[in-house]
Structures are given as C-alpha cells and as structure tokens.
C-alpha cells in the first residue's frame, strides 16, 4: 500500500490525558498536511510541513496541540490535555508537486469521554 | 480571512436528473479543488483547477472554475446511484499550500 497511513485508526480517552497520532505520507511527498474534522463539516487545516519544517500552523490551534516531522518522513500530532471538544476525525494529507494536490489518509477518530 | 461558501449543503435528486454544486469563495485565489467523501471514509481528489475558465470533466462530473466570480461549479449529468456522496470544494489562500474548505454538499440519489 502506497496511499497515506494513519494510526491508530481510533482512539477513546478520558479528559485530560496526552493522545499522540501518527502518520506516513506517501514516500516522496515533500508536504504534510493535519486537519481536523468534525460531524458535517469540511475539513479544518491545523499544520503544514515542508520535509522537516513546520511551515503554517492555524492561528485557531491551540497550545496544547503539537506536531513534529522529524527527518522529513513520518509525522506524529499530539494533543496535550485532551478536552471534549477535542473529539473529532483527525485527518493527515501529503502532496507533492505544483499542483498540490492533497492525498489523504483514513484518519484517526479521536473520542474523549 | 479566506471563507468557502457551498450551496447546496444537501440535495437529493433522481437518478437521470442532471443538477449542478456551487462554490463561491470569498478572497482571490487561481486555483480550486474538488473532493469526494462517502460516509465513514477519507477524502478522494476529484479535479484541480488551476486557472480563470478551467474545466475538467471525468465521467459524469464535470467542474469548472471562474476566479473573477471567484465561483465554481460542479455538474452532473444523469445522476446514477454510485455518485452518492458529500462533495467538498477547498481553495487554498494567496501563497498558501494550507487549504480552506467548504462545508460540503451531502448529495443523495435516489434509484
């Protein structure tokens, strides 16, 4: 399988413990991208990364999300204290090229009770 | 601040019927993509479209991109069953890679 992977494919945890997702873009995408999604709603851009470097991060996100590309490959994103309102579809995407198109994993659906 | 705009949210049509998805964005952008999501699975890359008056079409969708109206459409022609599904337009900011997306268009179609 060549396509983008996440993992886990779902996590439950209780308020206020640490999650950590990961995701392997397709191998020779430069760009990684994080989204979060919610029921009924299109996508919300949460970080971007070209090879290492963690170029955009939403102005919404807040401090207790982290995410890392180390060496250019694999990313993880980890959220610190988690709240209800974290509970969403965590959707990773990597593309390469001009024309940018966003290739996107299954995503990991985070419930927090 | 970038907004995308879809309408409609939801539309179920006959199979046969031919009916066309709007996506009105609110800041300038030259390019637009098109996404499709059936339930409980990730996004599928439709079309990109990458200047003022382009238009892809493959099968019966064909998605076209006009950057002065900053509107784009999404056609149908003849629905069939399998097109089921909520299509998203996403448009990403000047000079960004990042992309902002609509609120998608949940589309039934009934035999």
């Known amino acids: 399988d060549t396509g983008v992977s996440q993992d886990p494919r779902h996590k439950i945890t209780k308020r206020g413990q640490n999650v950590t997702f990961r995701c392997d873009p397709i191998s020779e995408h430069n760009r990684l991208y994080w989204y979060r999604q919610t029921l009924g709603q299109g996508p919300e851009f949460l970080t971007y990364?070209?090879?290492?470097?963690?170029?955009?991060k939403s102005r919404l996100l807040s401090d207790r999300f982290s995410a890392e590309r180390p060496k250019g490959s694999f990313s993880t994103l980890e959220i610190q204290r988690t709240e209800q309102g974290d509970s969403a579809m965590y959707l990773c995407a990597s593309s390469l090229g001009l024309s940018n198109i966003q290739y996107f994993g299954a995503g990991t659906r985070l419930s927090v009770l | 601040e970038l907004k995308v705009e879809q309408n409609p949210l939801f539309l179920s049509m006959q199979e046969g019927k031919n009916y066309t998805i709007y996506c009105n964005y609110s800041?300038?952008?030259?390019?637009l993509y098109w996404y499709r999501q059936d339930p409980g699975k990730s996004l599928e890359s439709l079309f990109v479209l990458l200047s003022n008056g382009a238009v892809k079409q493959e099968g019966r969708l064909m998605a076209s991109l006009d950057t002065k109206a900053r509107l784009s459409t999404l056609h149908i022609t003849a629905a069939v069953h399998d097109l089921s599904a909520t299509y998203f337009c996403?448009?990403?900011?000047?000079?960004?890679?990042?992309?902002?997306w609509g609120a998608g268009t949940k589309l039934i179609i009934k035999p």
């Open positions: 996403a448009v990403p900011p000047d000079s960004n890679y990042q992309l902002i």
């Open positions: 800041t300038t952008s030259d390019r």
């Open positions: 990364f070209q090879n290492e470097a963690q170029l955009e």
